[in-house]
């Protein structure tokens, strides 16, 4: 007897199978702006995310160790940085709430997540990115 999977099952099975692990990653990252691996954009040496409308762009940046990344903090749109991740100190941590672009040489691998503290929040959902070395 030949076992018949109907489309409609097919599909569903298929959907389940992409999203569940996207909705877990979401879950699990609070620091990581609720960026997924296809989001990521591979920087380049010298890096800038600008603030186009209430968004950081690029959000989920992705670049080397030495890279450099200037975020564009304003008056408008303060710049602060979420939580250290396993100890590892946030490049744009210190003396959150910038209102000038702040530039950084990326140091360490990490995760590093910053938001805007007027439109954003430190859990990562509204105005906010990250930035991931490696
Ligand atoms: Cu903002």
């Known amino acids: 007897m030949k076992l018949k999977v109907s489309f409609a099952s097919k599909v569903f099975i298929t959907g389940a199978l992409i999203v569940a692990p996207i909705i877990s990653l979401a879950q699990v990252?609070?620091?990581?702006?609720?960026?997924?691996t296809a989001q990521f954009v591979i920087g380049t040496a010298n890096?800038?995310?600008?603030?186009?409308g209430m968004a950081f762009t690029p959000k989920c940046l992705r670049v080397k160790v030495g890279a450099t990344v200037t975020i564009d903090g304003s008056a408008r749109h303060p710049l602060a940085s979420?939580?250290?991740?396993g100890g590892v100190r946030n490049p744009f941590a210190t003396g959150s709430n910038f209102i000038t672009p702040q530039t950084r040489v990326m140091k360490t691998?990490?995760?590093?997540g910053y938001f805007c503290d007027a439109h954003g929040n430190i859990n990562g959902s509204g105005m906010a990115g990250v930035i991931v070395v490696e």
């Open 82 to 85: 979420m939580p250290d991740i």
């Open 47 to 52: 890096n800038r995310i600008t603030t186009a």
């Open 109 to 112: 691998r990490g995760t590093f």
């Open 29 to 36: 990252a609070a620091d990581t702006a609720g960026c997924t």
